[in-house]
């Protein structure tokens, strides 16, 4: 979204989560980036401990998304 906030009361936080998910062969992740960078700026999660509930929700016959899904949340965390 290009459009930025005029508002002062709030923090807005400017993710470009799509492109980055799509530069780091992570198309269809931009959520999870997304999640990263919000448990960085809020800290209402451990990120060791949000990162192990994430991976463990990951049905057995999915592991393929594992690395994915750990990597985009990296990447949001990091951004």
């Not at 470009?16 to 269809?28: D, I, K, M, R, V």
């Not at 919000?38 to 509930?53: A, N, R």
């Amino acid at each position: 979204i290009s459009k930025k906030s005029e508002r002062d009361d709030i923090k807005a936080i400017y993710v470009p989560a799509t492109e980055l998910a799509n530069a780091n062969g992570l198309s269809g992740f931009a959520n999870v980036i997304l999640l990263g960078k919000i448990v960085k700026e809020t800290g209402i999660f451990d990120y060791e401990d949000f990162k192990d509930y994430l991976i463990s929700n990951i049905p057995a016959t999915k592991t393929a998304l594992i690395e994915k899904n750990a990597k985009a949340l990296e990447l949001g965390y990091n951004s």
